[in-house]
């Protein structure tokens, strides 16, 4: 007995050494080691032993057990840091380094200007309801206004939002005023797609109550965003707008920057593009608030963030971003 197990091992090493692959050392394993191996059929005729021999042989039979996984650990370990060594650090490498989405880009550089501006960041849920999507704002059941966004209702009795402008009344009611706020976040309308209409983009509110806050005070902060944004004097115009939460309106609009402002899909021939609808808070909304608008005003815009994006990128089509395509992202300068 002691003579065939003392060959076992001396086999078992000499196949251990000679094997050069994992794979291979599992089965090395289990062959001398697993249920079916001589060594558990040896182990088996221990309850025919005398209490001396099953003693004695127990003890030589754990003992080579031991041995022989150790030996397989440390062939192992050898093998894994040779695959390791082997590594050739030299080749090409296959991948190309990401980037952050164009818009998560954007949005990050919209809030740390307007944070340098004083302005805090907020943000508010994507699913949310009637209430702050519309009532808040002015908008009543059954006002045309509502008409100016084809709302995704769910199933719940709530909606997806249309807008970031669900932040206005949450942020007055929350914090009072005066405040300085700004939320980006993701909306959602059932849109015609075309080159600059998706139906998931991203806006950013922005809005400021104080006791002295005038359309002058909107002008000037769009202007320094988008200088910044842009790192260049950007050709803005601003004309009459409607919107039920705010009065006055105004649309501001930017030089398409993809055609020189010529024209082209992507402002709609139009050589401008509508980015930022903008105007002083209506008083009901304040009111809606819990601020008193005998005592404060204040301007609010919603930025088109997507639409931004496209600009800074020169990203002709808007159905890009969210595509996932990276064949048609890699094709614009995104850093
Ligand atoms: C609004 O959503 C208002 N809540 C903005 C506002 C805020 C007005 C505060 C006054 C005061 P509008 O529907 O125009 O407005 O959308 C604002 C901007 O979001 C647009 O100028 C555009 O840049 C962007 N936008 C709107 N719809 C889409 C769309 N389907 N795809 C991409 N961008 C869009």
Known sequence: MKEKLKKLVSDAITEINATSKEADLLNIKSKYLGKKSELNTLMSSLKDMSSSEKKEYGSLFNQIKKELEAKINSRLDELNNQVKFNFDNTLPAHYSKGSLHPVTIVAKEVTDILKRMGFTVVVGPEMDDDYHNFVALNIPENHPARDMQDTYWLSNGKLLRGHTSTNQVRAMQNYGAPIRICAPGRCFRNEDLDACHENTFFQLEGMVIDKQVSINNLIYVMRELLKEVFKTDV?????????????????????????????????????????????????????????????????????????????????????????GDLRRLNEFDIK
């Not at 705010?246 to 899909?265: N, T």
């Not at 509508?274 to 105007?279: A, K, M, Q, R, S």
């Not at 008083?283 to 005003?297: A, R, S, W």
């Open 235 to 323: 050709q803005v115009r601003l004309r009459p707008g409607f919107f039920p939460f705010v009065e006055p309106g105004f649309e501001l609009d930017c030089s398409c920057l993809i055609c020189g402002g010529k024209g082209c899909p992507t402002c709609k021939n139009s050589g401008w593009l509508e980015l930022c609808p903008c105007g002083m808070i209506h008083p009901n909304v304040l009111k809606e608030g819990g601020i008193d608008p005998n005592e404060y005003m204040g301007f609010a815009f919603g930025l088109g963030l997507t639409r931004l994006a496209m600009m800074k990128y020169k990203i002709n089509d808007i159905r890009v971003l969210n595509s």
